[in-house]
C-alpha cells in the first residue's frame, strides 16, 4: 500500500480532520486506509463492480431498463477501457434513468431508486480525480444509509415486531407462500386464495370488510422470530457499512453482506436488488483481489440463479406429496 | 485524500438517498404514504403495501344518485391515466388527488351492471366526465346491446382509498381508510 503525497500525516488529529476521514471512508488506524490504498487494488474492485454492473444490465428484464441498454452494455463490454469512459456512462444512465423516470414516482421500488443513484454514483465519479476511490466511498455509504432506513421502517412498525407482516406475507404473498408449501405447511393455492380477501375490496362499490386467512400455527410462532432475525441481520449490515472499521476488520463489511443475501434472497427472490447490493458491495470491497473476485461472481451466479427457485420449489412439493 | 472536488462527487449520492428518504418517513409519517413506496427503504416492513391498497370511487349524480366507478381500470389506461391512479393510491394528498380527479373527469364511463366502467380518453373537452347508460342498463334487459346513450349529469366525485392491516389475534386482514377527497363540478354551460 502507497500513501499519496499531501495526505495528512497520522496523528495530525483535530476534530475537523477525523470527520474528514470518516466522510472518506477513511479513518486513523495502524492499516492503510482505502484512500490510499493502491491503484491497483482500486482499479481491480472497479473493474469487478462495473463489469457486473454492465452483465446486470445485460440480464435485466425488459421492464425494467430501456430496450436499448443491454447492447450498449455489450459494447462496454466487448471494447477494452470503454467502461471507464465518463461519455460512455453519460449514455448508459440517460438510457437506464429512462425507465424509472417515465414511470409514476409512487409506482417505484427501493431497487429501482438504488439503481438510479449506483448509476448516477458512476457517472459523478467518473469525472473526479480517483475516479474509484470516490465511487468507493459512494458505494459504501448508499449500502450503509440505505440499510439504516430499512432497519429504522422495521423498529418502527409494530406490525413488523410482532411478526404480523411476515403472517401476511406468508398468507398472501406467493413468493413465501411458495416456500411454506413447499415444506407442507400450507397448501399450494394459499396465497392466491388470501388474496382473494385484498382483491375484493376492489371491487367497485364494495365496502372493504375484514377477512379471515387460513394460517398454520407453525407460521405463527416463527414470523416473530423471522422478524427479529431480519432486523438484527440489517442492522449488522447497517452498522459495518457505516462504522469506521480498522483495515483488518473491513472484510466484515463483505460478510454481513453475504449474510444477508443468503438470509434473504431465497426466502424472498428479489432478484435484481440481490445483484445490485452484491455489484456495490463489491466496489467497496477491500478483500483480496482474487478472493473478492470469486465471492462475488460466485454469490452474483447464486442469486440469479433463485430467479428459478420455483424449479426446486415444485419439486419439493411433488415429493411432499408422493411422500404421502 | 480525496480532494475536495472528489469528496463531493463522492458524497453526492449518500447525501440524496438519505434526504429522499427522510422526505419518504416525513411524508408517510404525516400523510399516510405507503411505507413501501417513495424511496425511503420501508418495503418488506410494513402490511400497508401500495398493490394491497384498495380504492373506491362514486359519482354522485343531478338526482342524488350514487353510481359507484371502476376506479382502479384507471391503471391500464394511458400513461397519464395510470401515473394519477398509481400515484394518489400510495398517497391520496391534494395534489394527487386533484391529478386524479382530472383524469377521472377528462374520461368516458359507461354504466352497466349498476357500475360505472372505464371506457377511455373522453373525445372533446366537455366539463366533467362523460357518463352514459349503457343500452342494457337503459332497456333492463341484460342481453340489449347497442350503443350507450342515455346521458347522466355528475355533480360530484368522491374517492376513498383504504390500507390494509392485520390482526394477528383474529387472523384477519382488516382494511382502514386512509384518505377520502370529494370534487363538486359546476353546472354544464
Given at each position: 500500500m502507497t500513501a499519496e503525497?499531501?495526505?495528512?500525516?497520522?496523528?495530525?488529529?483535530?476534530?475537523?480532520?477525523?470527520?474528514?476521514?470518516?466522510?472518506?471512508g477513511a479513518p486513523r488506524g495502524p492499516y492503510d486506509d482505502p484512500m490510499h490504498a493502491d491503484d491497483v487494488d482500486l482499479r481491480s474492485a472497479s473493474f469487478l463492480a462495473l463489469?457486473?454492473?454492465?452483465?446486470?444490465?445485460?440480464?435485466?428484464?425488459?421492464?425494467?431498463?430501456?430496450?436499448?441498454?443491454?447492447?450498449?452494455a455489450v459494447v462496454g463490454l466487448a471494447v477494452p477501457g470503454l467502461a471507464r469512459s465518463r461519455w460512455?456512462?453519460?449514455?448508459?444512465?440517460?438510457?437506464?434513468?429512462?425507465?424509472?423516470?417515465?414511470?409514476?414516482?409512487?409506482?417505484?421500488?427501493?431497487?429501482?431508486?438504488?439503481?438510479?443513484?449506483?448509476?448516477v454514483a458512476i457517472l459523478l465519479t467518473r469525472f473526479a480525480t480517483r475516479p474509484d476511490a470516490a465511487l468507493r466511498v459512494s458505494a459504501r455509504f448508499m449500502i450503509g444509509?440505505?440499510?439504516?432506513?430499512?432497519?429504522?421502517?422495521?423498529?418502527?412498525?409494530?406490525?413488523?415486531?410482532?411478526?404480523?407482516?411476515?403472517?401476511?406475507?406468508?398468507a398472501a404473498d406467493s413468493r413465501l407462500g411458495d416456500v411454506a408449501s413447499a415444506?407442507?405447511?400450507?397448501?399450494?393455492?394459499?396465497?392466491?386464495?388470501?388474496?382473494?380477501?385484498?382483491?375484493?375490496?376492489?371491487?367497485?362499490?364494495?365496502?372493504?370488510?375484514?377477512?379471515?386467512?387460513?394460517?398454520?400455527?407453525l407460521i405463527e410462532r416463527l414470523t416473530p422470530w423471522l422478524a427479529w432475525m431480519t432486523i438484527v441481520v440489517e442492522a449488522t449490515v447497517a452498522v459495518a457499512f457505516l462504522a469506521p472499521l480498522q483495515a483488518r476488520l473491513r472484510w466484515l463489511r463483505d460478510a454481513a453482506m453475504l449474510l444477508f443475501v443468503l438470509a434473504t434472497y431465497p426466502l424472498a427472490p428479489v432478484v435484481g436488488f440481490g445483484r445490485l447490493l452484491l455489484v456495490m458491495s463489491a466496489m467497496q470491497s477491500e478483500l483480496r483481489p482474487r478472493v473478492r473476485a470469486i465471492v462475488y461472481v460466485t454469490a452474483f451466479v447464486a442469486v440469479s440463479l433463485l430467479g428459478e427457485r420455483d424449479v426446486v420449489l415444485d419439486w419439493m412439493r411433488s415429493t411432499l406429496t408422493e411422500a404421502g | 485524500m480525496l480532494s475536495r472536488r472528489d469528496r463531493v462527487l463522492a458524497w453526492a449520492m449518500p447525501v440524496v438517498l438519505v434526504a429522499v428518504a427522510l422526505h419518504q418517513v416525513h411524508l408517510a409519517v404525516t400523510r399516510d404514504l405507503t411505507p413501501w413506496?417513495?424511496?425511503?427503504?420501508?418495503?418488506?416492513?410494513?402490511?400497508?403495501?401500495?398493490?394491497?391498497?384498495?380504492?373506491?370511487?362514486?359519482?354522485?349524480?343531478?338526482t342524488g344518485d350514487r353510481i359507484p366507478f371502476a376506479v382502479h381500470d384507471l391503471s391500464?389506461?394511458?400513461?397519464?391515466?395510470?401515473?394519477?391512479?398509481?400515484?394518489?393510491?400510495?398517497?391520496?394528498?391534494?395534489?394527487?388527488?386533484?391529478?386524479?380527479?382530472?383524469?377521472?373527469?377528462?374520461?368516458?364511463?359507461?354504466?352497466?351492471?349498476?357500475?360505472?366502467?372505464?371506457?377511455?380518453?373522453?373525445?372533446?373537452?366537455?366539463?366533467?366526465?362523460?357518463?352514459?347508460?349503457?343500452?342494457?342498463?337503459?332497456?333492463?334487459?341484460?342481453n340489449e346491446a347497442g350503443e350507450p346513450s342515455e346521458h347522466v349529469t355528475v355533480t360530484a366525485i368522491h374517492l376513498e382509498v383504504w390500507r390494509a392491516t392485520y390482526d394477528r389475534g383474529t387472523r384477519s386482514f382488516v382494511p382502514v381508510s386512509a384518505g377520502r377527497v370529494e370534487r363538486e363540478l359546476g353546472p354544464s354551460p
Amino acid at each position: 500500500m502507497t500513501a499519496e503525497s499531501g495526505a495528512e500525516p497520522r496523528g495530525s488529529g483535530g476534530v475537523r480532520a477525523q470527520v474528514r476521514e470518516f466522510l472518506e471512508g477513511a479513518p486513523r488506524g495502524p492499516y492503510d486506509d482505502p484512500m490510499h490504498a493502491d491503484d491497483v487494488d482500486l482499479r481491480s474492485a472497479s473493474f469487478l463492480a462495473l463489469t457486473l454492473t454492465l452483465v446486470m444490465l445485460l440480464i435485466g428484464r425488459p421492464p425494467e431498463t430501456h430496450v436499448l441498454t443491454p447492447l450498449v452494455a455489450v459494447v462496454g463490454l466487448a471494447v477494452p477501457g470503454l467502461a471507464r469512459s465518463r461519455w460512455y456512462w453519460l449514455l448508459l444512465t440517460g438510457l437506464f434513468a429512462h425507465s424509472p423516470l417515465m414511470r409514476p414516482w409512487l409506482a417505484l421500488d427501493n431497487h429501482h431508486w438504488l439503481q438510479l443513484y449506483w448509476f448516477v454514483a458512476i457517472l459523478l465519479t467518473r469525472f473526479a480525480t480517483r475516479p474509484d476511490a470516490a465511487l468507493r466511498v459512494s458505494a459504501r455509504f448508499m449500502i450503509g444509509f440505505a440499510f439504516t432506513f430499512a432497519v429504522g421502517w422495521k423498529l418502527l412498525l409494530p406490525e413488523f415486531r410482532s411478526g404480523a407482516f411476515f403472517d401476511t406475507t406468508f398468507a398472501a404473498d406467493s413468493r413465501l407462500g411458495d416456500v411454506a408449501s413447499a415444506f407442507g405447511v400450507q397448501e399450494p393455492n394459499a396465497a392466491t386464495e388470501h388474496g382473494r380477501i385484498l382483491r375484493s375490496w376492489r371491487v367497485p362499490g364494495a365496502s372493504p370488510e375484514p377477512g379471515v386467512v387460513e394460517l398454520h400455527t407453525l407460521i405463527e410462532r416463527l414470523t416473530p422470530w423471522l422478524a427479529w432475525m431480519t432486523i438484527v441481520v440489517e442492522a449488522t449490515v447497517a452498522v459495518a457499512f457505516l462504522a469506521p472499521l480498522q483495515a483488518r476488520l473491513r472484510w466484515l463489511r463483505d460478510a454481513a453482506m453475504l449474510l444477508f443475501v443468503l438470509a434473504t434472497y431465497p426466502l424472498a427472490p428479489v432478484v435484481g436488488f440481490g445483484r445490485l447490493l452484491l455489484v456495490m458491495s463489491a466496489m467497496q470491497s477491500e478483500l483480496r483481489p482474487r478472493v473478492r473476485a470469486i465471492v462475488y461472481v460466485t454469490a452474483f451466479v447464486a442469486v440469479s440463479l433463485l430467479g428459478e427457485r420455483d424449479v426446486v420449489l415444485d419439486w419439493m412439493r411433488s415429493t411432499l406429496t408422493e411422500a404421502g | 485524500m480525496l480532494s475536495r472536488r472528489d469528496r463531493v462527487l463522492a458524497w453526492a449520492m449518500p447525501v440524496v438517498l438519505v434526504a429522499v428518504a427522510l422526505h419518504q418517513v416525513h411524508l408517510a409519517v404525516t400523510r399516510d404514504l405507503t411505507p413501501w413506496k417513495g424511496g425511503g427503504f420501508g418495503m418488506f416492513a410494513s402490511v400497508d403495501r401500495s398493490t394491497w391498497r384498495p380504492m373506491q370511487g362514486v359519482f354522485v349524480t343531478d338526482t342524488g344518485d350514487r353510481i359507484p366507478f371502476a376506479v382502479h381500470d384507471l391503471s391500464t389506461g394511458s400513461p397519464r391515466e395510470n401515473r394519477a391512479f398509481v400515484n394518489a393510491r400510495a398517497l391520496l394528498d391534494e395534489r394527487r388527488a386533484a391529478a386524479l380527479f382530472d383524469v377521472v373527469e377528462s374520461s368516458e364511463w359507461v354504466i352497466a351492471g349498476g357500475i360505472a366502467e372505464y371506457e377511455g380518453r373522453a373525445a372533446g373537452e366537455t366539463p366533467g366526465p362523460v357518463v352514459r347508460r349503457g343500452a342494457a342498463e337503459v332497456s333492463g334487459d341484460p342481453n340489449e346491446a347497442g350503443e350507450p346513450s342515455e346521458h347522466v349529469t355528475v355533480t360530484a366525485i368522491h374517492l376513498e382509498v383504504w390500507r390494509a392491516t392485520y390482526d394477528r389475534g383474529t387472523r384477519s386482514f382488516v382494511p382502514v381508510s386512509a384518505g377520502r377527497v370529494e370534487r363538486e363540478l359546476g353546472p354544464s354551460p
